[in-house]
């Protein structure tokens, strides 16, 4: 396996490893041949340890950039609230504009979401939560 740069990044308590696929075919080559083990790299005794991976990818349309998350477990997120918090805060801090953003519109698989960076606080505009059991995707077994 080749060296893979990554950052590290920690919100309200979760922590995710973020790899900046801009500019590179990083991403579509571990889509294409799974070059680490997302499960492993997360493990926090053998491995890095982290809530999960996310993968920053130009954006489709016209936005600041495209947020691809996995879970610890390997399995694909739609998007986190505290892993886009993470992903704005390296955005913010590592692209060299002249003139910092205050809003930064992130594609995700949960739909577009607007994030603002104000005074060093970040917000994201998550949309209405899904309150109902029965409307919550998820692959839970009942016991």
């Known amino acids: 396996m080749k060296n893979i740069t990554f950052e590290k990044y ?6 995710f ?4 696929t801009r500019g590179n075919e990083l991403y ?10 997302i499960k ?3 493990n926090r005794q053998f491995g890095v340890g982290a809530d999960g991976v996310i993968f920053i990818e130009e954006p489709n349309e ?11 477990d390997g399995s694909e997120a739609q998007m986190c609230g505290n892993g886009i918090r993470c992903l704005v805060e390296y955005l913010h801090v590592n692209d060299s504009m002249n003139n910092k ?6 594609e995700t698989k ?6 603002k960076y104000i005074n060093e606080q970040i917000t994201v505009k ?15 077994e009942k016991k």
């Open 10 to 15: 920690q919100g309200n308590g979760n922590d």
């Open 17 to 20: 490893l973020l790899i900046d």
């Open 28 to 37: 579509k080559n571990y889509k294409t041949n799974k070059i680490f083990d």
């Open 40 to 42: 492993k790299i997360c």
């Open 62 to 72: 016209d936005n600041y950039a495209k947020m691809i998350i996995f879970n610890s």
């Open 101 to 106: 953003n205050i809003e930064y519109k992130i």
């Open 110 to 115: 949960a739909g577009l979401k607007i994030a």
């Open 126 to 140: 998550m949309g209405v939560p899904i309150l109902e059991c029965r409307n919550i995707p998820t692959t839970i």
